[in-house]
């Protein structure tokens, strides 16, 4: 098992790179599916969940080469094979799930394992199944297990009663070779739709409106391959962003496009932090004096809820109250409890967190509890005194590449250690 740690109070300087987005490569490479012919994924994210979503096609026979030197990923779906994909990969990834679409849309049938919930919540997939029954689809679930048949998917007009991401995908999906059109209102609008459309639409796909809440899909007969460099993660840029404003440095963040991190500029600017923006790349000025915010999270372009943990490290750090509702997620304040061990002031209300800043965080060993929480106690780690110490790191690894070198590279003191280290230390 190994370990993250963090010895604080130090300032940040330089560049950091970001890198292509876990949530727009995960629906990609689920999508080539649907193709007999090759797809290519430039510039791919190294990152534990793709090696999952690609160890899930490879158990359907997909062929895939991850050259991790070029970040380059190829894929082969000419002798795909209607397979149940492992029930052990498909509950290490709730995204595993977004190959049902694709699968049905390519066998007609499909059978995986529920993909059950996770530590920030039930996560059910109801509005998927309501996308995929309203294309014809018969599904049944049960004794742990979707099963979806349909002798020809029809187009159809499908209401999501939230825009959820990962139905919006799965649904586009199945509908692009469904007979006739489909339209899906209150869609999500998350620039990870847009940048799917996009590589279904080079494909072959016909989607109109992708990053509006009304999708139309006219349903086409065959797809091709495509190659395809994936947008940039918005959330990850928004983690270094955070990580110059609770240092209190200014740090270059490079590789990001600032109509997708349009809300989190918002509020750091309320918060004071300055910013600075230069075509691809924003400097983040945190060494100023800082006032707290209130943030409710929102589907996009709302303030995302995959920042929430890590603006509420921030919030730790700076005087005055600040408060934030999570209205995604039920669940999603796990990090809370992490954050008061390393002398946080926060209360808890239901869906709401109060968070009163303290002068000092103090490093402490921690946990963390998910993807987003973890990168919130490294942040808070850089901002406190003294050493912090995360354990579960697995989680920070399904999503950010390389944190700590990145972070290194910037003038941090951060170290990934094992468990027998630790030891001898
Ligand atoms: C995606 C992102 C995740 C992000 C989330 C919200 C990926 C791989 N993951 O997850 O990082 O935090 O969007 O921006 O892209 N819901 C239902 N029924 C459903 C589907 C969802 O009730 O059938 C609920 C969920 O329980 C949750 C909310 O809708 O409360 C949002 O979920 P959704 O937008 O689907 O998130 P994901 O696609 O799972």
Redesign the pocket.
């Given at each position: 098992m190994e370990k993250i740690i963090v010895n604080g109070g130090r300032k940040l300087c330089g560049e950091v790179e970001i890198s292509s987005a876990?949530?727009s490569i995960?629906?990609i490479i689920a999508s080539s599916i649907l193709t007999n012919e090759k797809c290519i994924i430039e510039n791919a994210p190294m990152l534990e969940d793709v090696f999952v979503i690609c160890e899930v096609l490879e158990n359907l026979n997909s062929k895939i080469n991850i050259d991790k030197e070029s970040r380059m990923i190829t894929i082969d779906n000419s002798n795909l094979k209607l397979n149940e994909p492992s029930h052990n990969l498909v509950r290490k990834m709730?995204?595993s799930f977004?190959t049902m679409g694709a699968m049905v849309a390519r066998f007609g049938e499909f059978k995986i394992s529920l993909p059950g919930g996770c530590n920030i919540?039930?996560?059910?997939?109801?509005?998927?199944?309501?996308g995929f029954k309203a294309l014809g689809v018969q599904v049944e679930v049960g004794y742990g297990y979707v099963e979806a048949k349909v002798s020809k998917l029809k187009g159809n007009n499908i209401y999501l009663d939230?825009?959820?991401?990962?139905?919006t995908?799965n649904i586009m999906m199945a509908a692009v070779m469904a007979e006739g059109e489909t339209i899906i209102e209150n869609a999500?609008e998350?620039p990870?739709i847009v940048d799917l459309a996009k590589f279904l639409n080079s494909m072959g796909a016909k989607i109109i409106g992708a990053g509006t809440d009304k999708l139309r899909i006219i349903g086409v007969n065959r797809l091709n391959g495509a190659r395809h460099r994936p947008i940039y993660d918005r959330?990850e840029a928004g983690t270094f962003m955070v990580a110059a404003a609770i240092t209190r440095s200014k740090l270059k963040v490079i590789n990001v496009s600032e109509e997708h991190v349009k809300p989190i500029i918002a509020k750091l600017t309320e918060m004071n932090v300055g910013i600075e923006i230069d075509k691809n790349s924003i400097i983040v000025d945190g060494d100023r004096d800082l006032k707290p915010v209130d943030i409710k999270t929102m589907?996009?372009p709302g303030f995302?809820?995959?920042m929430q943990a890590q603006m509420m490290a921030l919030l730790c750090t700076v005087k005055g109250t600040g408060v934030i509702t999570e209205t995604?997620?039920?669940n999603r304040f796990m990090h809370a409890s992490e954050l008061k061990r390393m002398g946080a002031n926060i209360k808890l209300d239901g869906r709401s967190a109060i968070i009163e800043g303290v002068e000092h965080l103090t490093g402490a060993e921690v946990k963390a509890t998910d993807l987003r929480a973890g990168a919130a106690l490294i942040l808070a780690g850089l901002g406190a005194d003294g050493c912090t110490k995360i354990g579960d790191i697995y989680h920070i690894d399904r999503g950010y590449v390389d944190i700590e070198k990145k972070l290194k590279k910037v003038g941090a003191q951060i170290e990934r250690i094992s468990e027998s280290d630790i030891k001898v230390v």
């Open positions: 876990k949530n995960l629906p709730r995204a977004l919540g039930s996560r059910p997939i109801d509005l998927h199944l309501k939230f825009p959820s991401v990962g139905a995908e999500a998350e990870e959330i589907p996009y995302p809820t995959d995604i997620f039920e």
